[in-house]
């Protein structure tokens, strides 16, 4: 399985900056019945949750401190996920890592609910 991240770079304050995911694996394999998100890790800190979909699509999680600024996009026929961010901040700062699996409802926001993850990308805010 690999995981591909793109779209990460350098912006502003207040700015928009969408991260994509492309999932892949052997003989075409599907995603579709995988649950996807996103975790983020800053330098000197644990690495933690930032949004998940279910496989269904039918279930978004997000972490409080994106909430109402970040959205999930899927598109589970092409194997890819995106994370639209706007008004980004400073914090928000972080190596954003794509993550596939099959969590319970219990593990959305949880590392041991996916196991397979990307190499990540960095997003970085300046003030």
């Known amino acids: 399985v690999y995981l591909v991240e793109s779209g990460g770079g350098l912006v502003q304050a207040g700015d928009s900056l969408r991260i994509t995911c492309e999932a892949s694996?052997?003989?075409?394999?599907?995603?579709?019945?995988?649950?996807m998100g996103w975790f983020r890790q800053a330098p000197g800190r644990e690495r933690e949750f930032v949004a998940a979909?279910?496989?269904?699509?039918?279930?978004?999680y997000y972490s409080d401190s994106v909430k109402g600024r970040f959205t999930l996009f899927r598109k589970s026929v092409e194997n890819t996920m995106s994370l639209q961010m706007t008004s980004l901040r400073p914090e928000d700062t972080a190596v954003y890592y794509c993550?596939?699996?099959?969590?319970?409802?219990?593990?959305?926001?949880?590392?041991?609910?996916?196991?397979?993850w990307g190499q990540g990308t960095q997003v970085t805010v300046s003030s």
């Open positions: 993550v596939v699996g099959r969590p319970t409802p219990n593990e959305a926001t949880l590392h041991r609910g996916y196991e397979y």
């Open positions: 694996g052997s003989e075409g394999r599907s995603f579709a019945t995988y649950g």
């Open positions: 979909i279910s496989w269904r699509g039918d279930k978004l």
